[in-house]
């Protein structure tokens, strides 16, 4: 292992890495080295992220031209649809329905956050009222 001494660091520097370090429960010397070894280990250039993203996306089948969102919206949609089904709020042929319908893009997240919001019954004040009372009475005590 190498060492390195490093001499008239600013005092805002040595701060920050102080209240780092104690947040982390770790010495300024342990801090020190592990943001070192983050900013200087392993890091990707912009052309090698770019051929790994290239790579991933190669994997996985092209979106229709037609497609009213991305994969990752139509994840979050799907669970909202299953949430919808596990409580009971909606039969299982409109969730089939529903996920036929993600499945293929042809609906987008926000239609399918309408529906969920139209549906599902709960409001956080319903779901438990001391928790707004609580953040209230934190807003108040604020002021």
Do not use: C
Request: glycine letters at 2%; zero cysteines; hydrophobic letters at 40%.
């Amino acid at each position: 292992m190498q060492t390195l001494t490093i001499r008239n660091l600013p005092d805002e520097v040595h701060d920050a890495l102080r209240r780092e370090a104690a947040q982390h429960r770790r010495s300024m010397e342990e801090e020190g080295r592990r943001a070192l070894a983050e900013r200087y280990t392993n890091k990707l250039s912009p052309e090698e992220l770019k051929a790994a993203i290239t790579k991933l996306n190669a994997q996985f089948p092209p979106l229709p031209a037609s497609a009213k969102m991305d994969a990752t919206d139509a994840f979050i949609a799907a669970k909202r649809i299953d949430l919808l089904h596990e409580e009971g709020l909606i039969p299982i042929t409109e969730k089939l329905s529903w996920d036929e319908r993600i499945d293929r893009f042809e609906v987008s997240l926000p239609e399918v956050q309408a529906f969920f919001e139209k549906m599902w019954p709960w409001t956080p004040s319903a779901v438990d009222p001391f928790m707004v009372k609580r953040a209230e009475g934190a807003r108040d005590s604020a002021d």
